[in-house]
């Protein structure tokens, strides 16, 4: 089985930063291709970014110039970088493996959601 577990996640002043992490294990564990949601209060779970294998990155539009994405394979760890965080930045923070769904057209989450790491920007 796979596990991917988020952390890093906690309270942080508006305009502050605060890194996520997204750490793979089991047998079959892999950070190739890794995707990070969020859940705020009252929302949906939307999209944030996501990374590829080629280390080709994408960003909503909404976090676009203020995260970015790296990792480590030899800690097997996917890691978001959140700079000049808004309020609106408040949420249950998820990653999951990803894969391309049946079309072909755009990757979709691969596993069962864990618990997410929740962050709180506040003044």
């Known amino acids: 089985q796979v596990q991917l577990v988020e952390s890093g996640g906690g309270l942080v002043q508006i305009g502050r930063s605060l890194r996520l992490s997204c750490t793979a294990s089991?047998?079959?564990?892999?950070?190739?291709?890794v995707g990070w949601y969020r859940q705020a209060p009252g929302k949906e779970r939307e999209f944030v970014a996501h990374i590829l294998s080629t280390g080709t990155t994408k960003y909503a539009d909404s976090v676009a110039g203020r995260f970015t994405l790296s990792r480590d394979h030899a800690k097997n760890t996917v890691y978001l970088e959140m700079n000049s965080l808004k309020p609106e930045d408040t949420a249950v923070y998820y990653c999951?493996?990803?894969?391309?769904?049946?079309?072909?057209?755009?990757?979709?989450?691969?596993?069962?959601w864990g618990q997410g790491t929740q962050v709180i920007v506040s003044s």
């Open positions: 999951n493996g990803i894969e391309l769904d049946y079309t072909g057209s755009y990757y979709i989450p691969k596993y069962d």
């Open positions: 089991g047998s079959s564990a892999s950070i190739n291709r």
